[in-house]
DNA sequence: TAAATAGTTCAAAAACTTTTGAACTATTTA
DNA sequence: TAAATAGTTCAAAAGTTTTTGAACTATTTA
């Protein structure tokens, strides 16, 4: 069955969503550790995951807004984009 | 596959996954204005969603701290818990 | 006491998400 | 130029979550 309850949501639910995962909790700490962007390999070698699934998990990610990436060369590099973090979850209850 | 990657955000997760739905965002934002506990029943009409589907999504938000509930007699009166907003999510960046 | 109401539980079905491996593109290195 | 490396895409398989309806318990109302 569709989901019909609110359609005013999305961006707020794919946050959640992206959030709702241990891979993907664990790229975010990992992320938060780094003071440059990094390489999606890189990050996947250090958590040990398969590249496939790595190039899913960050595809949400930056979906949701929670990271950002450029691509140089062969190279994808991530890092953290703080200020959806700030804006869909610091104030979450309040704007419920 | 099982997750192997952290075993001690389980809270954390569970709060996001209850989250990570638009029938649980629908409740939680029907309950924010609402003075009083509510029942169970009054909430589910309001929303839409069958007693089975609702006794099914109370029971995620309650295992995740984000609502309380209390019987009485034959009904059940459900409020939202702030204090696991503020715990999992205002400060959800920094704590990462 | 019988019928109605509030909610739970269970198992099956439906829907959705994640992992996997193979095949692919593009870039770099030997 | 060939081989290696970084990442993507695809379809199938595996896993998880949500919905459904029927059967149930407990309380209330007639």
Do not use: W
Not at 9 to 36: G, M, N, S, T, W
Not at 38 to 47: D, E, I, N, Q, R
Not at 54 to 75: D, N, P, Q, V
């Amino acid at each position: 069955m569709k989901k019909t309850i609110d359609v005013t949501d999305d961006q707020q639910i794919q946050v959640f969503k992206a959030l709702a995962d241990p891979v993907r909790l664990a790229v975010l700490k990992y992320l938060k550790h780094c003071e440059e962007p990094v390489s999606c390999g890189v990050v996947g070698k250090a958590l040990g995951i398969s590249k496939t699934s790595g190039s899913y998990h960050f595809k949400l990610l930056e979906a949701a807004g929670l990271i950002t990436a450029e691509k140089i060369a062969r190279e994808k590099y991530v890092q953290l984009q703080p200020a959806t973090f700030e804006r869909y979850l610091t104030n979450f209850y309040d704007q419920l």
